[in-house]
């Protein structure tokens, strides 16, 4: 099935009610920068989303881990599920990560931005994807999950190239009288239908989004888990991606990517205000430890970039000695505000742990 070229034809019914929406999406995407530019440290919570996101993208994939086994995983430690699952996740911030990297050197989002990073996303699968990065170069059929997910099969390889053509210049024309935040719901769609990849293509496909939103300046900082609503509700997610290949109906496409912007925003501002009286209380009890304050609040920064961490890596992140570092920890948990998790005397493994669960809130069980 070839996709046909975009913008669609005939136009989007731009009715009241769906650029309604759109306007309430986007004043959503305005709170949360608003929120996020209060919080102390931007770039630690955003870090933190990414791997949050990554968690959620990867389970509509079949991966399923945590952000815990996640952080483990980081620290060389076991994780609680299978290394696969949770590999599947680091590659996905690793690839996030590198297509931030592109993206703040002026590469545009186009081919070579897509092959670079399926070529980390699927740098470490277990052997699925022989060639990661580069286009498929044969003819296949995606199958559906579920009987209300019909298959579909994605235009030969033949036409991969024009068709991605297409989408780029599509994404990359700012002159189009289309508003951004849509210009990157039509795309999540077209590309959901060219499937250019042989492996992958979903993850890659929900991994652009928050560039793209990032790269037109539609969202400040990448802090949207839209895979969140996109799990929740994956049985609609992927009927609305189906309807518009088959009978061309984008309005209930677009209907549903605002009301996931609308609910993953609002979300997202209320972790942010979560988190952000969570650690001003910590931080105010830890001010009253006196002369140990100082270097326990280095430690407590520390902890709210990897909420999971060993001593030895605290070490390595604060630049303080071993034993201020263990000092500081003995601090953190007589206050409740730490945990350790290992019970040995070396190689003991601590845990931020109700900073953990405020963000991994929305990634436990996603059942519809």
Same mark, same amino acid.
């Given at each position: 099935?070839?996709?046909?070229?975009?913008?669609?034809?005939?136009?989007?019914?731009?009715?009241?009610?769906?650029?309604?929406?759109?306007?309430?999406?986007?004043?959503?995407?305005?709170?949360?920068?608003?929120?996020?530019?209060?919080?102390?440290?931007?770039?630690?919570?955003?870090?933190?989303?990414?791997?949050?996101?990554?968690?959620?993208?990867?389970?509509?994939?079949?991966?399923?881990?945590?952000?815990?086994?996640?952080?483990?995983?980081?620290?060389?430690?076991?994780?609680?599920?299978?290394?696969n699952d949770v590999g599947a996740v680091r590659d996905y911030v690793a690839?996030?990560?590198?297509?931030?990297?592109?993206?703040?050197?002026?590469?545009?989002?186009?081919?070579?931005?897509?092959?670079?990073?399926?070529?980390?996303?699927?740098?470490?699968?277990?052997?699925?994807?022989?060639?990661?990065?580069?286009?498929?170069?044969?003819?296949?059929?995606?199958?559906?999950?579920?009987?209300?997910? @019909?298959?579909? @099969?994605?235009?030969?390889?033949?036409?991969?190239?024009?068709?991605?053509?297409?989408?780029?210049?599509?994404?990359?024309?700012?002159?189009?009288?289309?508003?951004?935040?849509?210009?990157?719901?039509?795309?999540?769609?077209?590309?959901?239908?060219?499937?250019?990849?042989?492996?992958?293509?979903?993850?890659?496909?929900?991994?652009?989004?928050?560039?793209?939103?990032?790269?037109?300046?539609?969202?400040?900082?990448?802090?949207?888990?839209?895979?969140?609503?996109?799990?929740?509700?994956?049985?609609?997610?992927?009927?609305?991606?189906?309807?518009?290949?088959?009978?061309?109906?984008?309005?209930?496409?677009?209907?549903?990517?605002?009301?996931?912007?609308?609910?993953?925003?609002?979300?997202?501002?209320?972790?942010?205000?979560?988190?952000?009286?969570?650690?001003?209380?910590?931080?105010?009890?830890?001010?009253?430890?006196?002369?140990?304050?100082?270097?326990?609040?280095?430690?407590?920064?520390?902890?709210?970039?990897?909420?999971?961490?060993?001593?030895?890596?605290?070490?390595?992140?604060?630049?303080?000695?071993?034993?201020?570092?263990?000092?500081?920890?003995?601090?953190?948990?007589?206050?409740?505000?730490?945990?350790?998790?290992?019970?040995?005397?070396?190689?003991?493994?601590?845990?931020?742990?109700?900073?953990?669960?405020?963000?991994?809130?929305?990634?436990?069980?996603?059942?519809?």
């Amino acid at each position: 099935m070839v996709p046909a070229p975009l913008p669609p034809s005939p136009p989007i019914d731009w009715a009241p009610a769906l650029r309604r929406k759109f306007d309430h999406a986007l004043l959503a995407l305005g709170r949360l920068d608003s929120v996020a530019a209060l919080l102390p440290e931007t770039a630690v919570f955003r870090d933190l989303y990414v791997r949050k996101e990554a968690v959620l993208a990867c389970m509509i994939d079949g991966h399923c881990s945590s952000l815990a086994d996640l952080l483990s995983l980081e620290l060389g430690q076991a994780p609680g599920v299978s290394r696969n699952d949770v590999g599947a996740v680091r590659d996905y911030v690793a690839a996030f990560e590198h297509g931030l990297r592109l993206l703040g050197q002026g590469l545009p989002l186009s081919l070579r931005l897509f092959r670079e990073i399926h070529g980390v996303l699927l740098a470490h699968g277990p052997g699925r994807d022989p060639a990661p990065g580069e286009f498929r170069r044969g003819t296949r059929r995606v199958a559906g999950t579920r009987p209300s997910h @019909a298959g579909f @099969a994605p235009p030969p390889a033949e036409a991969v190239l024009a068709c991605l053509g297409n989408l780029t210049a599509y994404l990359n024309d700012k002159s189009a009288p289309a508003p951004l935040l849509l210009r990157a719901a039509v795309a999540h769609a077209q590309l959901d239908t060219i499937h250019p990849f042989p492996e992958g293509n979903g993850r890659l496909n929900r991994l652009l989004l928050p560039l793209q939103l990032a790269q037109d300046k539609v969202l400040g900082e990448p802090m949207l888990c839209l895979s969140r609503h996109f799990k929740t509700h994956r049985t609609r997610y992927h009927e609305l991606l189906n309807d518009v290949r088959l009978t061309g109906d984008w309005e209930a496409w677009l209907d549903f990517f605002a009301e996931a912007v609308m609910a993953t925003a609002s979300q997202a501002v209320d972790t942010a205000r979560e988190l952000l009286d969570l650690t001003r209380r910590d931080r105010e009890r830890i001010r009253g430890r006196g002369r140990a304050a100082a270097s326990t609040l280095v430690v407590h920064r520390a902890l709210m970039a990897h909420p999971i961490a060993t001593s030895n890596r605290l070490v390595e992140k604060t630049g303080l000695t071993p034993a201020t570092v263990n000092k500081a920890l003995g601090h953190l948990e007589q206050s409740a505000i730490v945990r350790e998790l290992t019970a040995q005397k070396r190689n003991r493994v601590f845990a931020y742990t109700r900073y953990l669960e405020v963000v991994s809130h929305g990634t436990e069980s996603l059942e519809e």
